[in-house]
Nanobody
Framework: QVQLVESGGGLVQAGGSLRLSCAAS????????MGWFRQAPGKEREFVAA????????YYADSVKGRFTISMDNAKNTVYLQMNSLKPEDTAVYYC??????????????????WGQGTQVTVSS
């Protein structure tokens, strides 16, 4: 079992920045992908970004490309999401997710077995 704990959410004005962190309780040798998803009220959970732990390949939703950056710290078993140029439409609960599967559809929530509790990000206009 892998436990994920997110932090770093908050309230920011449009155009501002936030950095989210996701600390994993442990990382097995098969911990292949970690991702960020978000869910706004009344909407489905949507993919934001993901990273393949082995190799560092990164993936982004079109809506955040050029504004968000996902990165990882192997020593700390932590994944970060740096969010710049935030927009009101980025307001959502952001969830960290992880899977030990090597081959997945990175933007599908069903690909991930482990989820954090979520952290609220609110962007005011």
């Amino acid at each position: 079992q892998v436990q994920l704990v997110e932090s770093g959410g908050g309230l920011v004005q449009a155009g501002g920045s936030l950095r989210l962190s996701c600390a994993a309780s442990r990382r097995t040798s098969g911990s292949y992908h970690m991702g960020w998803f978000r869910q706004a009220p009344g909407k489905e959970r949507e993919f934001v970004a993901a990273v393949r732990w082995s190799g560092g390949n990164t993936y982004y939703a079109d809506s955040v490309k050029g504004r968000f950056t996902i990165s990882m710290d192997n020593a700390k078993n932590t994944v970060y999401l740096q969010m710049n140029s935030l927009k009101p439409e980025d307001t959502a609960v952001y969830y960290c997710a992880a899977t030990t599967r090597a081959t997945i559809v990175v933007n599908a929530p069903g690909s991930y077995a482990y989820w954090g509790q979520g952290t609220q990000v609110t962007v005011s206009s």
